[in-house]
C-alpha cells in the first residue's frame, strides 16, 4: 500500500530528523518509487529482508540503486547466518551460526567467520548488521533465542560476541548487539507477546548484561533493544520503551555512545500493547536512536505514519525536539563511520587477501564449512557404526518455525546427503503427522523408507514430547537409525549414530552428511 497525500511535508529539520530515525523494509527486490522518495527527503536508513535478496549480483545493484538518491543511506540487514539468514535465505546459510562458534570456543575462528561473512555484506553495498545476537541462552526452553546464542555460560557468550563484533567491524561493518537487556532467559517470543524475566539485579548483571558490557568495551556501533519486561530495571515498561533501561542503564551506567536502534516495532509485545505510532514517540524518548520496521509493515504509509507520530509528539510536548535531534545526529555519525569504513575497504592500492578490507586477515572463504565441521559432536550407539553408503530416506520432524527464523530457509540433510549419495529420498514430518499417535507416525515413517536406512532429523527435540517419543519408537524399530540433532543439543542420545550439529545452516547440514557417509574432508 501506498499514500499519496502526506499529512506533514518533509521539509523542514523537524521532520527530516524523523525521518532519519526510521530504518523501514519494502517490497521488491528493486527499490519502490516511494522509497526513493523518502530517502531524498531525509530517510536515515533502510532493513533488507531474505524477500529483497535474490542474488549477491542482484543485492549490489539494489543498493547502488538506493546509494544514487543519497550515499549517507545506512542500509542494514537482519543476517546473523545460521538459522537466521537473508543473504542466503534460499539456499541456507554458508555460515554456522552461534551455538555452533560457541560450541567450538574459538575465538579466532568466530572473528574469521564474522569477518567473512563482513566482507561479503560489504561487497554487496550492505554496511550494517543487525547481529549477533549476545543473549545467554540461560532457559533451554527459550522459542526464540536457541541456536541463535552463543550458548548458556555468560563468560562464553560475552568472549564471542567481542570476537564476532570486531570481525565484522573489521569489514567496514557496523555490528548491533542484541537483544538488549537480554533475551536469553524467556519463554515467550516477542513477536507474540510480551516476554518477562524475573531475576534480581545481580543475576542479570553477572549473566546477561555481562555480554553487552564486554561489546560495548569493545566498541560495538549498535545495540538493538528488546520488547522484554524486566522488573528488576523497570516494573511499567518493556526495554525498548523505558527510559531507566535505555538511558539510565545502556548510556550512563554501562556508557554506550552510539546508536541504539530498537528490535522490530511491529512486533505484538510492543503494537498489542502500545501501538506502533506511539511505541515509535515513546522509544525514542526513552532513548532510542533509530526505529527498526519492515518484517511485516513495509510500505510508505507505515513510513508516513512513524515519521508523522514522531513530529506530533514534538509539537505535543511529548518527545523532546532535542532528543529527537540527538537520535538523528546519531543515525547520521554511524552512516558517517560507515561511509568512510567503505571508502577504506576500497581504497586504490590497498593489500587485501581474498577480498577483505586492507590490513585484516580472512580465514578464508570456506571458513564456513570449516567452522561447521568442528561444532559437531558425535555419538555412536552400541554396536560399531557402519557408515550410510546406500541411498536412505531422511525423516524430518520439525515444530513451527519462529517468526526470526522464518520458513523459506531450507533446513535438514536431505540435499547434503544427496550430494554425496545420489538418490536419497526424505520427507518432513509436523506435530500433525502425531496427532494420531506415536505409532500410527513411526509406521507412517517405516513404510515411507521400506529397505532403506533412516536418517532422523530433528530441531530441540528435547523441547517437543511427540518427536522424543516418535525417536524412541523409531530406534526400537530400526536400531540401525542415524539420529541427526539441528537444534539445542540437551537430550540424550539415539540411534545407531547420534550427530549433534548446534544448528541448522546448510553447512551444519554438510558436516553432518559427511560423517553420516564417512565421505568429505570433515569425515
Same mark, same amino acid.
Given at each position: ?56 549480483e542482484q543485492l549490489t ?216 505510532? &506511539?511505541?515509535?514517540? /515513546?522509544?525514542?524518548?526513552?532513548? %532510542? =536512536? *533509530? ?5 511485516? @509493515? #513495509? $510500505? ?14 514534538? &509539537?505535543?510536548?511529548? /518527545?523532546?525536539?532535542?532528543?529527537? %535531534? =540527538? *537520535? ?5 555519525? @554511524? #552512516? $558517517? ?34 567452522? #561447521? ?41 536431505v540435499g547434503e546427503l ?67 540433532e539441528m537444534g539445542v ?35
Amino acid at each position: 500500500m501506498t499514500t499519496t497525500t502526506n499529512d506533514l511535508k518533509a521539509t523542514d529539520q523537524l521532520s527530516r530528523d524523523a525521518l532519519t530515525v526510521l530504518q523501514p523494509g519494502f517490497e521488491g527486490t528493486t527499490a519502490p518509487d516511494w522509497l526513493l522518495r523518502q530517502i531524498a527527503d531525509g530517510l536515515g536508513g533502510v532493513g533488507l529482508f531474505g524477500r529483497n535478496i535474490t542474488t549477491p549480483e542482484q543485492l549490489t545493484a539494489l543498493n547502488a540503486q538506493l546509494r544514487a538518491e543519497r550515499d549517507d543511506l545506512l542500509v542494514a540487514i537482519d543476517e546473523e547466518s545460521g538459522d537466521v539468514t537473508r543473504l542466503e535465505v534460499r539456499g541456507g546459510s554458508s555460515f554456522p551460526g552461534n551455538y555452533a562458534l560457541g560450541t567450538v570456543d574459538d575465538t579466532g575462528l568466530t572473528r574469521d567467520v564474522a569477518r567473512e561473512l563482513g566482507r561479503r555484506l560489504a561487497v554487496c553495498g550492505v554496511d550494517f548488521n543487525w547481529a549477533p545476537s549476545a543473549d545467554v541462552n540461560a532457559n533451554p526452553d527459550n522459542p526464540v533465542i536457541g541456536v541463535r546464542s552463543f550458548g548458556a555460560d555468560a563468560a562464553l557468550a560475552a568472549r564471542h560476541t567481542v570476537a564476532y563484533v570486531q570481525g565484522l567491524q573489521d569489514s567496514g561493518v557496523a555490528a548491533c548487539v542484541k537483544h538488549f537487556p537480554g533475551h536469553g532467559d524467556t519463554n515467550v517470543d516477542s513477536h507474540h507477546a510480551m516476554p518477562r524475566i524475573d531475576v534480581g539485579l545481580d543475576t542479570l548483571h553477572a549473566r546477561d548484561l555481562l555480554p553487552f558490557r564486554e561489546a560495548i568495551a569493545a566498541g560495538t556501533k549498535a545495540v538493538m533493544s528488546a520488547h522484554i519486561l524486566v522488573p528488576a530495571l523497570d516494573a511499567d515498561r518493556p526495554a525498548t520503551l523505558s527510559p531507566r533501561i535505555l538511558t539510565g542503564l545502556l548510556r550512563e551506567e554501562l556508557g554506550f555512545d552510539g546508536l541504539i536502534v530498537t528490535d522490530g516495532l511491529e512486533m505484538q509485545a510492543i503494537t498489542g500493547t502500545y501501538g506502533l505510532e &506511539r511505541g515509535a514517540a /515513546l522509544a525514542i524518548a526513552a532513548g %532510542a =536512536d *533509530a526505529i527498526c520496521v519492515g518484517g511485516g @509493515l #513495509a $510500505d510508505e504509509a507505515t513510513v508516513v505514519a512513524l515519521r508523522n507520530a514522531l513530529v506530533t509528539a514534538v &509539537r505535543d510536548g511529548d /518527545l523532546p525536539e532535542e532528543r529527537l %535531534a =540527538d *537520535a538523528a545526529a546519531r543515525v547520521r555519525a @554511524l #552512516a $558517517d563511520w560507515t561511509r568512510r569504513a567503505r571508502e577504506a575497504v576500497a581504497e586504490p592500492g590497498a593489500e587485501t587477501q581474498e577480498g577483505t578490507a586492507p590490513g585484516i586477515r580472512s580465514g578464508g572463504a570456506d571458513v564456513g564449512l570449516v567452522a #561447521a565441521r568442528r561444532a559437531v559432536a558425535v555419538t555412536a550407539g552400541e554396536r560399531p557404526y557402519e557408515p550410510v553408503t546406500d541411498a536412505p530416506y531422511v525423516a524430518s520432524f520439525a515444530a513451527e518455525a519462529n517468526i526470526a527464523v522464518g520458513d523459506e530457509t531450507p533446513w535438514g540433510v536431505v540435499g547434503e546427503l544427496t550430494a554425496l549419495v545420489p538418490d536419497t529420498r526424505g520427507d518432513a514430518y509436523t506435530p500433525e503427522h502425531a496427532d494420531g499417535g506415536t505409532e500410527k507416525l513411526v509406521g507412517e515413517v517405516l513404510a515411507a523408507a521400506a529397505d532403506r536406512r533412516i536418517v532422523a532429523v530433528v530441531r530441540d527435540v528435547h523441547r517437543h514430547p511427540w518427536m522424543a517419543q516418535t525417536l524412541d519408537a523409531l530406534v526400537a524399530a530400526r536400531p540401525e537409525t542415524v539420529v541427526v540433532e539441528m537444534g539445542v543439543n540437551r537430550d540424550r542420545p539415539r540411534g545407531a549414530l547420534h550427530v549433534a550439529t548446534h544448528g541448522a545452516a546448510r553447512v551444519c547440514g554438510r558436516a553432518a552428511a559427511e560423517v553420516i557417509t564417512g565421505l568429505g574432508a570433515g569425515a
